[in-house]
């Protein structure tokens, strides 16, 4: 089992990483939590721009309505021995024309095998959005977004799709009126479950 002090060397290299310097728009600034006693790893697909210039992951609109669908305050969120969050791109990818830009596409095979192994009591991992559906799902993805998050349950019960709770995807939610019927009340029951285990002994 992986020790909270062992984490911190790893975390800190990913932190000072620059490997996509030369392809971002704006000063690197890795954000990501890794703590050995995490339950949840979220996965998602990068920091947005308010948490570029925050330095705190889901600092912005997308992340109270993220906490509202998981069923927990701020500081639950925000305990390390509870959630663990490492992107698919550790940096904000800077902005398109119709949103944030994808994932950059070095930074998962550098880091994912770094840090992913170090969380060793996770029970549950929430995959949001497609570009993370594609890096933790793989092959077991259906057709689309939609489709896959509507099949939640054959991912259960170690991981949980989602789209990303981004405004921008505010339409797609009121055009399936089952994700906030059906899948969240799933997800919060699947959340509470992953919190109930205590965490392991800090060192």
Not at 106 to 131: D, K
Not at 142 to 160: I, K
Not at 162 to 187: G, M, Y
Request: hydrophobic content about 45%.
């Amino acid at each position: 089992m992986s020790t909270t002090s062992e984490a911190a060397a790893p975390a800190d290299a990913a932190r000072a990483c620059r490997l996509c310097a030369d392809r971002l728009p704006h000063a690197p600034r890795p954000i990501l939590r890794v703590d050995p006693r995490a339950r949840i790893l979220i996965a998602s697909q990068a920091p947005g721009r308010a948490a570029h210039l925050a330095g705190i992951p889901w600092a912005d609109r997308a992340g109270a309505l993220f906490r509202g669908w998981l069923g927990v305050d701020r500081a639950t969120f925000d305990d390390p021995a509870a959630f663990a969050i490492v992107p698919v791109s550790l940096c904000y990818p800077g902005r398109g024309r119709s949103g944030d830009l994808p994932p950059l596409a070095p930074c998962a095979p550098r880091w994912h095998p770094v840090l992913l192994p170090l969380l060793t009591e996770l029970r549950l991992t929430l995959v949001i959005g497609a570009h993370a559906h594609r890096r933790h799902l793989g092959a077991a993805r259906r057709a689309s977004l939609t489709e896959t998050v509507r099949a939640y349950r054959a991912y259960l019960p170690d991981r949980f799709p989602l789209p990303h709770p981004s405004p921008r995807n505010t339409p797609w939610l009121r055009r399936h009126p089952w994700f906030e019927a059906d899948v969240l009340p799933a997800l919060r029951r699947e959340v509470a479950r992953a919190l109930e285990a205590p965490p392991a002994a800090s060192p």
